[in-house]
């Protein structure tokens, strides 16, 4: 069965700190790749996705994610965050080209950024 | 566009009491989800739908629980009997298509607390 590992649960930055949150995922196959953030009393919402082309994945608000096959990882990125990065972040991943539209989802990152 | 809508928000119940959590997908998607999320397990798939009808319910905890969806626009999940394990928060989630590279939308969630 597929899982996802988000390693780090908890994760506090300040202002203006770059930030990393790593994603792996065990499936051998090709699969699809999302990140999706629930901000303070929001829903649930997609910040990016891949599924071909280009590793690097640019999504809103200034958020990226390189997709590493050969690490089977999907880490997301964001060079600067701001206070409003305050948040939980998912990874999440399906498997590709099945036309299965199962998710399976990490545990989540709480990002807690401070002013 | 309304969303994907879930009521209620919040539902508090005693133990042993039958619950009823209710989902309007977008209009125009044919795919719903049922979402369970707690601390301890995150976010996992219970059941979801194509075209009002059950794909893979392997994801439901057990026989308290059902889901239905009457028609398109319209679905419930079901507890009965209720237990404070189950105390979550369930989220509804839709989208369209068949390629599995499709966005989830998701709802606000109902908020359960099982007494």
């Known amino acids: 069965a597929q899982s996802v590992s988000q390693h780090n649960h908890h994760v506090i930055l300040s202002e203006a700190a770059s930030l990393e949150l790593g994603c792996n995922y065990s499936?051998?196959?090709?699969?699809?790749l999302f990140w999706y953030v629930q901000y303070p009393g929001q829903h649930l919402q997609l910040l990016l996705k891949?599924?071909?082309?280009?590793?690097l994945v640019k999504g809103i608000k200034g958020f990226e994610a390189e997709f590493i096959k050969s690490k089977f990882s999907f880490n997301l990125r964001k060079p600067s965050v701001q206070w409003s990065d305050t948040a939980e972040y998912f990874c999440?991943?399906?498997?590709?080209?099945?036309?299965?539209?199962?998710?399976?989802f990490g545990t989540g990152t709480r990002l807690l950024v401070s002013p | 566009d309304a969303g994907v809508i879930q009521s209620p928000r919040h539902e508090v119940t005693e133990m042993g009491q039958e619950v009823t959590l209710r989902c309007k997908p977008i209009s125009g998607h044919d795919y719903l989800f049922w979402y369970r999320q707690t601390m301890m397990r995150g976010l996992e798939l219970l059941i979801y739908?194509?075209?009002?009808?059950?794909?893979?319910d392997s994801g439901m905890p057990e026989d308290r629980f059902s889901a239905k969806m009457p028609n398109a626009s319209f679905s419930t999940l079901k507890i009965q009997p209720s237990e404070p394990r189950d105390s979550a928060v369930y989220f509804c989630?839709?989208?369209?298509?068949?390629?599995?590279?499709?966005?989830?939308?998701f709802g606000p969630g109902t908020r359960l607390l099982v007494l």
């Open positions: 739908f194509n075209n009002n009808v059950p794909i893979d």
């Open positions: 499936y051998g196959g090709t699969v699809n």
């Open positions: 989630a839709s989208s369209s298509g068949l390629a599995g590279t499709e966005t989830q939308y």
């Open positions: 891949y599924f071909s082309g280009d590793p």
């Open positions: 999440a991943v399906n498997r590709a080209n099945t036309g299965f539209q199962k998710l399976v």
